[in-house]
Structure formats: C-alpha cells, structure tokens
C-alpha cells in the first residue's frame, strides 16, 4: 500500500537556526501533500497544502515566511522552519494524498522538533 | 465549514471490556471517514475507514460504521486489549475541500490489565 516516509523522525537545534523536515511518498506520485502541526496533548491542525510544481497553500495564521514548503518532485516536498524559536517545537505531521486514491489518508510518521 | 466531534476522554477501560468512542461531524459535500491511532510518541495510523453512507470499516477488531443520517462514525470494539491503549482521532476527508483532513480533537483510550 501506499507508504510515506518522513526523516528526521526527531530533531533538536538552537534557536535562531533553520530545520528541514522531508515527506516523501515511497511508492506512489503524490501531487498533492498536507503538513500538520499536533500541540501536545492536541489534535492535528492544517498548516498548509503542499501542491508539486507551485506554490504551497497556507491556512490562515500560518505564516509563510516562518514555515516554508516546497514541493520539487511528485514524490517529495519539504518543510523549512526559518529562525526557529522554542514556540515551534511542536510535532509536525506531513500526508500524502495518492493520485486517484482517497483523499489525504497516508501519514508520515511525524517529526518531533525541540528548539533550545 | 467542516468539523468532527469526538467523544471527550480519557476514557479507561479494564481489559475485555467493551469499548465505544462516538464521533459526530459536519461536512459541505460528501466526506470519507477515517479513524486513526496514535501510540505514544508515534505517528498517525490508519485505522479503518469508509467512503459512503452504510459502509462498515473494520480492522484489528475495531469497527465503525458511516451513518449519514445522523452524521455519525462511531467507533467500536468488543474486547480492548491493553495494548490498545493509545489516542483515538477520528477524521473526515472532503473531496469539495481539496482533500483536506478535518480531525477531532482526539480521546485517549487507556485499558488497565
């Protein structure tokens, strides 16, 4: 079936520094990916659409500068925290949304990110 | 917009003793429904899922089926086991909503031996 893998599954850096988050699709085309942010103890929250070859769509508060995706290949986009400060450790959860299957049911395994 | 209503928890059962977690939403068009689960410091897994009105999803026991006439998608099991103990979302897929998945708020399930 269909799998995604996201790396690194837990990251830790220092504050003011950028971290990069990778989901991919392991065997399947995904044109489309959502990112989701889970506050502990929390539910997931949609924090932007992830659409290959264009630019990502973001939900309102999101901020686009702070959080950036990109979407280079059907089987691979990315999340950037820019300048991260300890308010974004958080747990952030990528799916994957495969062409002509249901939508958006195939999870990442999630990445837990520590800002110190 | 878009909204799942999860029972609130945390719920604690003892082993073998019949579990339900309710879950209600409300959806523009015509959603799937999806219950996942979340061990401790894991992702999300799929539970189970369908598609339209009257379809039963099932795995691992667990069951639920989508009723749209009371918007509901209740999940069930007969027997938990302890290591069913986890956190319990359930969530919606809308096709009209560029298939974004909508989720509860979740309920944690803790099953004592």
């Known amino acids: 079936g269909a799998v995604v893998s996201q790396h690194p599954s837990r990251v830790i850096c220092k504050s003011g520094t950028s971290v990069k988050i990778e989901c991919r699709s392991l065997d399947f085309q995904a044109t489309t990916m959502f990112w989701y942010r889970q506050f502990p103890k929390q539910s997931l929250m949609l924090m932007a659409t992830?659409?290959?070859?264009?630019?990502?769509?973001?939900e309102q508060g999101v901020e686009k500068d702070k959080f950036l995706i990109n979407h280079a290949s059907l089987t691979l986009s990315t999340l950037t925290v820019t300048s991260a400060h300890p308010e974004d450790s958080s747990f952030y959860i990528c799916?994957?949304?495969?062409?002509?299957?249901?939508?958006?049911?195939?999870f990442g395994s999630g990445t837990r990110l520590t800002v110190v | 917009g878009d909204s799942v209503t999860q029972m609130e928890g945390p719920v604690t059962l003892s082993e073998e003793a019949f579990l339900t977690i309710n879950c209600t939403y409300t959806a523009t068009g015509y959603p799937s429904l999806f219950w996942y689960v979340q061990y401790p410091g894991e992702g999300l897994q799929l539970l189970l899922k369908a598609t339209k009105a009257d379809d039963k999803g099932s795995n691992k026991g667990f069951e639920a089926t989508y009723r749209k006439e009371t918007t509901s998608f209740h999940l069930e099991k007969g027997s938990v086991q302890v290591s069913d103990s986890a956190v319990y979302f359930c969530a919606l897929s809308d096709r009209d909503n560029a298939g974004k998945s909508t989720f509860g708020d979740g309920t944690t399930l803790t099953v004592k031996p």
């Open positions: 799916s994957a949304r495969e062409f002509g299957g249901l939508y958006g049911y195939t």
């Open positions: 992830s659409n290959e070859g264009s630019k990502a769509t973001y």
